[in-house]
């Protein structure tokens, strides 16, 4: 195995590779976006257009932009930045019932302390439940494409509902620069030809409420009704553990013991199922992020790395409380971690769609 000289990422990432000096693809890559990257005044220069656009836009109406809320740093300080440049948001939460308690009371506290309206949109558990363990049979590393389907899905569709052209999202390029699609062989969570192909082979729940949206619909929303996605944290200097502390002491959120473990089956999926049916540590990609960002020095990543994410005990308690909550016996449990790993290919997929739509975006701009 092969590490990278600057990054901890290895070549347990597919499509990984190493120069000369041993430093990884990604790292090169992020250079590059550096060197294209727009001064800290240019970017605030276009912030204030696109608020002032947002604001115009959204005059007489009770609110002027979605977001889309979980509780996580990311999505948190979104909110909390919404509220600061003077935006009305409505923040949309999808349950998909593996709430964390501690999600749950940052949500509260996050809505209550900023004025905020939140919609929750519950989802059929019996529907989501039988698709989430379509994916887990179908050994494909990105389980977790359901939910982050349905929660784009979700924005769209209440933002067609209430008028409303901008979904503010928590996207940050420069903390979330090495793609989560790589991970392990993993595929991103837009194919709905993918999601409908693993539930037909896998599942028998028919999915009559499940939040789904193909990229040519996506594509009429923004298209014909003037939907657009904004990543605010872009055009602004987004420093995760800056932004932690600014939580904590504004709106007394409290920290997870994990990235996105607002979620208890992503942190079960990022702490048992990728490390032990793809043999993949998801934190090397957390923290490289923060190593290229500058966010974090190598040598304090590998000391987190070496650490246990959780003690032997609570990680024996969440696998436990997953196989019980998707009510799977030992047997079906242990046979899905067994099954050799499959590739998104193997199953229907619309990437030939997906890469043409890539190339027209670059060309376009």
């Known amino acids: 195995m092969q590490t990278c000289a600057r990054c901890i990422l290895d070549t347990t990432i597919k499509g990984i590779f190493f120069n000369a000096k041993g430093i990884c693809n990604y790292c090169e890559e992020f250079e590059e976006f550096l060197k294209k990257e727009k001064s800290k005044i240019e970017r605030r220069q276009l912030l204030d257009k696109i608020v002032s656009k947002i604001k115009k836009d959204g005059q007489g109406k009770e609110y002027d932009c979605i977001i889309g809320l979980s509780g996580g740093v990311d999505s948190s300080y979104v909110a909390y930045i919404a509220k600061q440049i003077g935006l009305k948001p409505?923040?949309?939460?999808?349950d998909n019932g593996w709430n964390a308690e501690l999600a749950v009371n940052n949500i509260e506290n996050i809505c209550k302390k900023l004025d905020i309206d939140l919609f929750t949109y519950v989802i059929n558990w019996q529907e989501f439940k039988d698709l989430?363990?379509?994916?887990?049979?179908?050994?494909v590393a990105n389980a977790e494409a359901p939910t982050d389907h349905a929660i784009f899905a979700t924005l769209y569709n209440m933002a067609t509902k209430h008028g409303i052209k901008y979904i503010i999202d928590g996207v940050n390029t420069s903390t979330e620069f090495v793609r989560k699609d790589m991970t392990a062989g993993g595929y991103i969570y837009a194919d709905l030809t993918q999601i409908k192909g693993i539930h037909k082979s896998f599942g028998s729940v028919p999915l009559k409420t499940f939040p789904a949206m193909s990229m040519i619909k996506k594509q009429i929303k923004r298209r014909l009704k003037g939907i657009q996605q904004v990543s605010i944290l872009n055009y602004i200097?987004?420093?995760?553990s800056e932004a932690m502390q600014v939580l904590m002491n504004k709106i007394d959120w409290r920290p997870y013991d994990g990235k996105h473990h607002e979620s208890l089956f992503t942190k079960w999926h990022q702490l048992v199922y990728l490390p032990r049916k793809f043999g993949f540590d998801k934190r090397k990609m957390h923290l490289s992020?923060?190593?290229?960002?500058g966010q974090l020095t190598r040598e304090d990543a590998l000391k987190e790395l070496a650490r246990k994410p959780v003690n032997d005990f609570d990680l024996k308690q969440l696998e436990e409380y997953v196989q019980k909550k998707l009510g799977l016996r030992n047997e079906e449990y242990?046979?899905?971690m067994s099954n050799s790993p499959k590739e998104f290919s193997d199953y229907p997929n619309s990437k030939?769609?997906?890469d043409m739509y890539a190339?027209?975006?670059k060309f376009t701009g």
Do not use: G
């Open 132 to 139: 989430q363990i379509a994916f887990l049979k179908a050994s």
């Open 352 to 354: 030939w769609m997906l």
């Open 289 to 293: 992020d923060l190593i290229i960002s």
């Open 90 to 94: 409505l923040a949309i939460h999808l």
């Open 237 to 240: 200097d987004y420093n995760k």
């Open 359 to 361: 190339k027209w975006k």
């Open 334 to 336: 242990e046979q899905i």
